[in-house]
């Protein structure tokens, strides 16, 4: 239960964006504590408005002033401006939460899942910072962390099916309007993907590294260490698909214990941001579609892998801009006010 005797002046850093919108939204719908809602973008969008408990407010132009009494900023505009103005937010007393990759990495950044580390956003002290993981990495951790309680994870081989939404509001349009020139006969742009996204799939998200993995392989493999357990090694595959909303992953775990899947569809029935829909028939589980605005990691199709000892493969969908991204933020700084980690600002009456 949030304790909401306290207000708090928030700003949300990238608030035009995909992540951004939907921050303004998770704030209104769980009653966040907010005493005034400030909102900022670049030039590009500053001047539009967005609604926020009834009211219109106009997002302003981000500047190095635009911090000035916040208690919390939450970042979502990319690693630039997390990198050039987290530290301007923070000296002007703000606590950030950061959606970038920018300082998931860093030593002294906590890296929070709530269901998974919560106790780590006591961390935030060192800088002031708090980053988000990557949007499957989330959903990731929430559905490993109770099968790691109980039974020890050696080994994950993941696969992800990420919707367009994962790279902002320009990869949804290119997405709709790709379909709309296949339907019509015209001719297909391609701006934000580096092939045709609509009727196809993407092997490839973010930057090749040296070793071929991409970026946002690699992020699945060190986030997942930094917030669950170092010992954990896991291998990934991530790719694009025509999806709008929701990133699906078909998980493949090694334990080092036995775990049946009655066992652990047990367990995720009753963890923390789970819900298990798992039958055995046409239907019986749950597609990235259905997962569109919903809080909750959806886990099905849990079975044993024969192949290996102690193996489980399930199936997880969850809404990316969501549990990837501003409601993770949100619960992030639900988590501060709960612990008494911050105080809103003394104000002149
Ligand atoms: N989408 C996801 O599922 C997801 C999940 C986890 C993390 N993230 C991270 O969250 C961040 C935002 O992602 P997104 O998907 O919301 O992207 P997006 O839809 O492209 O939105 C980007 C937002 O940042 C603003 N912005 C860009 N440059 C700016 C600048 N120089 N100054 C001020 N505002 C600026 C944009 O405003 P203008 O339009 O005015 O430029 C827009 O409001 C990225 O770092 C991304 O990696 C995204």
């Known amino acids: ?31 966040f504590p907010v005493k005034e809602l400030r909102l900022f973008a670049s030039e590009r969008t500053a001047g539009e408005t967005l609604t926020f408990q ?25 690693e630039e401006v997390s990198r050039e103005y987290a530290p301007i937010a923070v000296s002007a007393g703000a606590v950030v939460i950061d959606n970038s990759a920018e300082w998931r990495m860093n030593p002294d950044v906590p890296l929070v899942v709530p269901e998974v580390n919560a106790e780590a956003v006591a961390g935030f002290r060192k800088k002031g910072i708090i980053a988000n993981p990557n949007c499957s990495t989330a959903q990731l951790v929430v ?23 994962g790279a902002g509001k320009d990869a949804m349009d290119e997405l709709f309007a790709q ?74 775990i090694e334990f080092e214990e036995p775990l049946s899947a009655e066992e652990a569809r047990e367990i995720l029935r009753t963890a923390p941001g789970c819900l298990v829909i798992d039958k055995r028939e046409p239907g019986g589980y749950v597609t990235p579609y259905e997962c569109v605005g919903e809080d909750a990691t959806y886990i099905s199709r849990i079975r044993e892998d024969p192949t290996v000892e102690n193996g489980l493969v399930l199936w997880c969908v969850s809404d990316n801009l969501r549990k990837g991204a501003a409601l993770n933020a949100v619960q992030i700084a639900e988590c501060l006010i709960n612990r008494k980690l911050i105080q809103a600002k003394k104000r002149a009456a």
């Open 1 to 31: 239960m949030l304790n909401k005797k306290d207000q708090y002046v928030v700003a949300v850093v990238g608030a035009t964006g995909a992540v951004g919108q939907e921050m303004v939204e998770v704030l209104e719908e769980r009653k």
């Open 54 to 78: 009834d009211r219109s407010l106009t997002v302003q132009l981000l500047t190095k002033d635009a911090f000035a009494g916040v208690d919390i900023a939450l970042f979502s505009a990319g």
């Open 143 to 165: 559905v490993l962390k109770p099968l790691h309680d109980k039974a020890k994870i050696k080994r994950v081989v993941v696969a992800t099916y990420q919707s367009v939404s």
């Open 179 to 252: 379909t709309k020139a296949i339907y019509t006969a015209s001719d297909i742009e391609t701006k934000t993907f580096p092939k045709r996204i609509a009727f196809n799939l993407i092997p490839h998200i973010d930057v090749f590294m040296e070793d071929g993995y991409t970026k946002e392989e690699w992020k699945m493999m060190v986030e997942t260490k930094k917030i669950l357990d170092p010992k954990i090694r896991l291998t990934a595959t991530c790719v694009r698909v025509p999806v709008f909303i929701g990133h699906s992953e078909a998980i493949n």
